[in-house]
């Protein structure tokens, strides 16, 4: 698989500053897409990163609204605590801390070379919406967050060529982040899902049946493995197995 480089110019830093547009979503729970005032789009004059020789636009999208579903703890308030619980009865305590329904910019790599300069890489700009709730444990140092954006087709990249993703990022400290990939709608990908993705019609954990659930297999990473996550449309993340190989399922 290509090794793909991300080049992220998201000028959604800066939450202080937004408005709100007037079409609402689908959705009551997500309300309607802010807009930052200082918001770079594909098409304004930012010049090019040393790594690129040139930039393609992919395209203006928004979220389906069923890509909206799986982000179900964004319907709870900021500091809302979210409970999961192991086998043998331990509550682990996940605090929202924020969330966010708003417009962005991206410009990915898919490391294809320019053909007149080997040393650089064709770019891939897109403007998308990014729906994402930071969740935090102060029990175990455990910071995630869910993010669900549209990002562009990387392995046969081309105009309006994008999937729906939820991507959860872990922070592991030291500056570094664990990023697991899930496509959850294909919209016009050339493939179904990513490598490690799995879908299972129902599964068991803990006594309890979650039905639609899309998770990853850890069983070809070496030690120590990274988390293994359960996600679905109907309650999002149901549970995960973290590194010592425990099991946390979200409580009713």
């Not at 790594?51 to 389906?64: I, R, S």
């Not at 959850?184 to 659930?213: C, G, H, W």
């Not at 990274?226 to 995960?240: H, R, T």
């Amino acid at each position: 698989m290509n090794k793909i480089f991300s080049f992220c110019l998201l000028a959604a830093l800066v939450f202080s500053c937004k408005k709100k547009d007037d079409t609402e979503s689908g959705n009551p729970c997500v309300g309607a897409v802010e807009t930052p005032d200082f918001l770079v789009k594909c098409f304004d004059d930012r010049g090019l990163p040393e790594t690129l020789c040139a930039v393609e636009f992919t395209g203006d999208f928004e979220l389906n609204d069923y890509s909206k579903t799986f982000q179900h703890q964004y319907c709870e308030p900021i500091g809302k605590i979210i409970r999961y619980k192991n086998a043998k009865g331990e509550i682990l305590e996940m605090t929202i801390i924020n969330k966010m329904y708003e417009k962005s910019n991206a410009i990915y790599s898919a490391a294809f070379r320019c053909p007149e300069d080997s040393s650089k890489f064709i770019g891939y700009c897109i403007d998308f919406e990014r729906l994402e709730i930071w969740m935090k444990s102060d029990q175990s140092n455990l910071y995630i967050t869910l993010g669900v954006h549209t990002k562009p087709d990387l392995r046969e990249p081309g105009p309006d060529r994008v999937g729906d993703f939820l991507e959860i990022r872990r922070n592991l400290g030291n500056n570094l982040v664990s990023v697991v990939p899930f496509v959850i709608d294909r919209r016009t990908l050339s493939y179904e899902e990513e490598p490690f993705q799995v879908r299972l019609d129902k599964i068991e954990l803990m006594d309890r049946v979650f039905a639609d659930v899309i998770t990853n297999d850890v069983s070809l990473f070496p030690n120590p493995k990274p988390y293994k996550y359960y996600i679905n449309a109907a309650a999002g993340l149901i549970g995960f197995v973290d590194s010592d190989g425990v099991l946390w399922v979200i409580e009713e």
